[in-house]
């Protein structure tokens, strides 16, 4: 009997059975399709954009066809977008709010809505480029130059890469510029170029990035007044710690000219030569080996504060300056010495005031550079050197040594550095 039923079923099984569709056929917005022909890094946009700005002068057509151009934009003109739509040639178009047309191109407007606002104070790397946009691998024309401290105003993310517009115009790869200041580097370049010579120690450091510059920086030389430096800096240390005060009396007592780094008083200065035993303020002294290089105030300060350059004293200016400071043979480098000076700086005290108006501030570091410079020189035979502060926006170190050579040297030097640091 069952066998009977699914014979009697087979043939219903096997009979064709006709299907009446009732789908409508399916309809796809012109806008999908371009999405979906069309990736995200394509030069068109895929949509209407919230906040159009244009880069710069951008052509406008009365039709969406763009053919017929009725006038232009530029990036000061306001307007929105009323439709995003596709031309009969397949162009993606923006109908604006005036109601002409112009290509839905990023190479030519950008959503301002969607850029990080962001003033950035940023220097140029060598090699960089300026784009007229983001999207256009055109090269803008411009006047700057590498190591150029630069403004932007605003990020955009675009062919994978970050781009800064410049207030100076156009628009830099974030990979061309360097959010520190990079000058160092170009100091660098110079002193390289144009004073590599064994006649010169030269070391320069930035202050803000505390990045240095040099050549020959640790070689040695004699190093003459300079060798003033670290008694300088110790006295400031004692008025600072309370040990004594600018007031302080100390008496001029002929054992004043006889210790490990003391001068003949015969030199530079308008103390009397021979001892007077006659008391001395700490203020008076510092002010007279600061501004006229006086040997007698420094030996009368060494005596009495560094306590005739003992080991406490050496064991500091060692630590302070890098290396081994030998009171005695009075040998140091560009960088020992540019060390110290950055010591002072930092202490800021009546020292580095007293730096800062000297009889010297006609020559040397601070002749031509239109800030102020403090700073110490140091002449004996054919050595001729000057160690200094100086306070442009952002303060740098400089200190440079010569072996025969001259005041003008000097100068020209520094007022090189300053060029590039200003």
Known sequence: MRKFLVILLLPIFFKSVQVVSTENPVIIPKQEIYSLTHGSYDLYYQDAIESPKFYGETPVYSTEDLIKESGKVNSETKLTILEWRLNSQGIAVFKLSNNQFVAADKRFVYDESTVNSNIKQVWLKPGFIIYNSPYDQTEKTHTLSPYQKIEGDMLVFAEGREFLRLKQGGWISLEDISEEDNRIEKVQELLSSNYQNDQ????????????????NENQRMYAASIMKLPYLYYA????????????????????????????????????????????????????????????????????????????????????????????????????????????????????????SKTSYDNQRIAKNISVSVAHKIGDADEFKHDTGVVYTESPFIISIFTKNSDYDTISKIAKDVYEVLK
């Open 200 to 215: 010169f120690s030269i070391y320069v450091k930035q202050l803000s990035t505390g990045k240095e510059a040099g050549i």
């Open 236 to 355: 400031q240390e004692k008025i600072n710690q309370g040990d004594i005060q600018l007031d302080t009396a100390l008496k001029y007592v002929p054992e004043v000219n006889e210790y490990p780094g003391s001068y003949k008083p015969e030199g530079s200065g308008s103390l009397p030569k021979k001892a007077d035993n006659k008391e001395y303020s700490v203020k008076d002294l510092i002010a007279k080996t600061a501004k006229e290089s006086d040997n007698v105030a420094h030996n009368i300060l060494g005596y009495y504060i560094t306590n005739k350059s003992d080991e406490t004293f050496k064991q500091q200016m060692t630590a302070l300056s890098g290396e081994n400071w030998d009171v005695t043979d009075k040998l140091a480098s560009a960088k020992m010495a540019g060390q110290v000076m950055e010591s002072i700086y930092n202490q800021n005290g009546f020292v580095l005031e007293s730096l």
